[in-house]
T-cell receptor, first 116, second 114 residues
Framework: DARVTQTPRHKVTEMGQEVTMRCQPILGHNTVFWYRQTMMQGLELLAYFRNRAPLDDSGMPKDRFSAEMPDATLATLKIQPSEPRDSAVYFC??????????????FGSGTRLTVV | AQKVTQAQTEISVVEKEDVTLDCVYETRDTTYYLFWYKQPPSGELVFLIRRNSFDEQNEISGRYSWNFQKSTSSFNFTITASQVVDSAVYFCALLPHNFNKFYFGSGTKLNVKP
């Protein structure tokens, strides 16, 4: 089965450090989402790309977060500087729209970020 | 406004019982898409089903079935003869017609006990 690959799986970093998370979408998919999951807030949208163009990043704290798709095989989410409140699981998902009748979005396994 | 409500925070059942997870959604779009995802203890989000708003046909896949009713804005999920491996958090989600964001419910944690 095709998979969305996220790296690293786990990251522990000190407050103030830069963190970069990577996502390899499924080949041929044209839509990429970044979501963050915390116990308090649940799943929150951070950014959304269609055909590599950023269409919505209103959920991201602009002063410290940035998301890019340098090419169709790579999406990145960067936090600089990181803060303890950024500790969460970050998910990337890819899909193809318009999709087939029962076509789902595939999520990666997530990056568990801990900022100490 | 777009919103998904999963009122059941946690459900516990004994193996082989049937269980229904409720999902109620709000949207003004006439075209939209509904999803269910499973999040097992390992943490990944596993796609279960997608249903388009123009098709209210119910779906059955093995022990899983889904009941989509536009009249009540509900998209409920039933597991028949539950198994311990079904223990997970289940998320219902809404994707509007412009595909720009998943609106996730808060999730229902299902505990299936042997």
């Amino acid at each position: 089965d095709a998979r969305v690959t996220q790296t690293p799986r786990h990251k522990v970093t000190e407050m103030g450090q830069e963190v970069t998370m990577r996502c390899q979408p499924i080949l041929g998919h044209n839509t990429v989402f970044w979501y963050r999951q915390t116990m308090m807030q649940g799943l929150e949208l951070l950014a959304y790309f269609r055909n590599r163009a950023p269409l919505d990043d209103s959920g991201m704290p602009k002063d410290r977060f940035s998301a890019e798709m340098p090419d169709a095989t790579l999406a990145t989410l960067k936090i600089q500087p990181s803060e303890p409140r950024d500790s969460a699981v970050y998910f990337c998902a890819s899909g193809l729209e318009p999709g087939d009748y029962n076509y789902g979005y595939t999520f990666g396994s997530g990056t568990r970020l801990t900022v100490v | 406004a777009q919103k998904v409500t999963q009122a059941q925070t946690e459900i516990s059942v004994v193996e082989k019982e049937d269980v229904t997870l409720d999902c109620v959604y709000e949207t003004r779009d006439t075209t939209y898409y509904l999803f269910w995802y499973k999040q097992p203890p390992s943490g990944e989000l596993v796609f279960l089903i997608r249903r388009n708003s123009f098709d209210e046909q119910n779906e059955i896949s093995g022990r899983y079935s889904w009941n989509f009713q536009k009249s009540t804005s509900s998209f409920n999920f039933t597991i028949t003869a539950s198994q311990v491996v079904d223990s997970a958090v289940y998320f219902c989600a809404l994707l509007p017609h412009n595909f720009n964001k998943f609106y996730f419910g808060s999730g229902t944690k299902l505990n299936v006990k042997p």
